[in-house]
């Protein structure tokens, strides 16, 4: 058995995994969902956007939930602060995410221009949506959530959603979506020919482009001009969560310590920004498949990014800076880390298997031929 510590620390790297795991599973059937109306010009080569991703957009939300999961059990104080202070922007997610599922359905059941075109257009919004709010919600932590704990450890938050669309946020939501897109698009490539691969092939190279100068403009402004959290107390690994159990003082720069206490730390964003030039230039080399991985590991970087820049901090308050949450005092208690592990070790990998199995089954290129000649049995 690891000791608490450690185990706090392995849930931090798995939540994180977690996450890269949404963003680069279920990220390309959103960013598949959000180019929808722009890359298929008629109903039939819409139906071959669609079908790229119809069989397998659901086995993909499993990361959504996994991670959703993983958060609650790993960091409950997270969870329950986190929900209830951005809950607007949670269901506002939810909603969106209903269009997929009906979406999917329902599209090609009615042959209606009006119906159809409806559909697509609530496809678009369940791929766009999410990406957009959750990198708000990635921008607002590097800012500070308005929360405070009282001595009984209940939590008060006091923003308001509106509060919430400030202008880093904004700009960190638009980078989500512009990686999100990357990766669509990529994906996009594999999966067709003809006047739609051209189509996504363009929108690789642009919605790479927006990703590099949103990321380096973020990265910029984080140095800058936005204040980080720094904790100036001893803290111990092992000793039992208490958020209030600390100091903790605001100032600029403190988002890029940790890219200086750790040699390695440097080499996320700069990896990051490797990965996705190299995505943009193996897409215009009509590599479609290596520039995926490259925009896979864009995904992985941008999200390693955020985390190495925040860490310890998982939610930090601006209300009141002792109260923010760390990897140290945030989590479930040992023995439930512990049991988690044993069973993500189990899990994880047989999800991995049967996904790996799934797209192996239903690869191949999707063509206008293939949905004519299959009009009654494809999405």
């Known amino acids: 058995m690891f000791d608490y510590e450690t185990l706090k620390l392995i849930w931090w790297l798995l939540v994180g995994a977690l996450l890269i795991g949404f963003a ?43 991670a959703g999961g993983a ?5 409950p104080l997270v969870y329950a602060t986190a929900f209830s202070g951005f809950y607007w922007a949670m269901m506002a997610v939810l909603w969106a995410l209903f269009f997929r599922p009906v979406g999917f359905d329902y599209r090609s059941k009615v042959q209606n221009a009006t119906w159809r075109n409806t559909w697509d257009w609530g496809l678009f919004i369940g791929g ?62 594999i999966r067709t020919e003809g006047d739609i691969y051209k189509r996504v092939r363009t929108a690789s190279f642009w919605s790479g482009a927006l990703t590099f100068a949103l990321f380096a403009l973020a990265g910029f402004w984080l140095m800058k001009d936005i204040g980080g ?13 208490d958020p209030l159990d600390k100091t903790v003082v605001k100032e600029v720069g403190a988002w890029m310590k940790n890219y200086s206490l750790y040699a390695w730390a440097k080499w996320v964003p700069i990896t990051t920004f ?67 592990l044993g069973a993500t070790v189990i899990f994880l990998p047989l999800i991995i298997v049967y996904t790996s199995w799934a797209y192996k089954v239903m690869s191949g290129k999707i063509t206008t031929d293939f949905i004519k000649a299959n009009d009654k049995s494809v999405y």
């Open 128 to 189: 766009a949506i999410p990406p957009i709010i959750f990198g708000v919600a990635f921008g607002n932590l590097f800012l500070g959530v308005p929360f405070q704990f009282d001595d009984t450890l209940r939590s008060t938050y006091t923003g308001t959603f509106w509060a919430l669309l400030n202008p880093f946020a904004l700009l960190a939501g638009v980078l989500s979506l512009s990686m999100i897109v990357f990766q669509g698009a990529n994906y996009l490539m």
């Open 24 to 66: 680069i599973m279920d990220g390309h059937d959103m960013g598949v969902g959000a180019l929808l109306p722009f890359v298929g010009k008629n109903d039939d080569e819409r139906r071959v956007v669609i079908n790229t991703v119809a069989p397998h957009w659901d086995g993909n939300q499993v990361w959504f939930i996994t």
């Open 274 to 340: 490797i990965a996705i030039v190299l995505g943009m230039l193996l897409s215009r080399l009509h590599k479609p498949g290596m520039a995926f991985i490259a925009s896979s590991i864009t995904c992985a970087g941008i999200i390693g990014t955020a985390g190495v820049s925040l860490f310890p901090f998982v939610m930090p308050s601006s209300s009141d800076p002792r109260s923010s949450l760390t990897i140290w005092d945030s989590a479930s208690s040992q023995m439930t880390l512990g049991l988690m």
């Open 71 to 75: 958060i609650f059990a790993a960091w």
């Open 229 to 241: 959290y720094a904790i100036t107390s001893y803290i111990d690994g092992n000793a039992l969560p």
